[in-house]
């Protein structure tokens, strides 16, 4: 099964940037699709962006344009870049395997983002 420690959240004025990362264990990395994830306060689990094996990647319509996702075969790790941070992007962020039944949700990493 697939595990993940995602970690980069922090506090940051609405406009800045932070980048997330998302270190990976278990089976062979570069075969996997991942995603990250956000969750807000009182708001279910929703998909952010995801990157595919063959590096194609996707992203929900609230962040496209400002949010990149990445990946490193190499480190085994994702990569999430966030610049021009808005408030609505306060939440805590996850990644996982897509489908996610076949990886362990990590503890996320929470994002903050103040006026």
């Known amino acids: 099964q697939v595990q993940v420690v995602e970690s980069g959240g922090g506090l940051v004025q609405a406009g800045g940037s932070l980048r997330l990362s998302c270190a990976v264990s278990?089976?062979?990395?570069?075969?996997?699709?991942m995603a990250w994830f956000r969750q807000a306060p009182g708001d279910v689990r929703e998909s952010v962006a995801t990157?595919?094996?063959?590096?194609?990647?996707n992203y929900a319509s609230s962040v496209k344009g400002r949010f990149t996702i990445s990946r490193d075969n190499d480190r085994n790790t994702v990569y999430l870049q966030m610049n021009n941070l808005k408030p609505e992007d306060t939440a805590v962020y996850y990644c996982?395997?897509?489908?996610?039944?076949?990886?362990?949700w990590g503890q996320g990493t929470r994002v903050t983002v103040s006026l």
């Open positions: 996982n395997v897509i489908p996610t039944s076949n990886g362990r």
């Open positions: 278990g089976p062979p990395f570069k075969w996997l699709h």
């Open positions: 990157i595919t094996a063959a590096h194609s990647t």
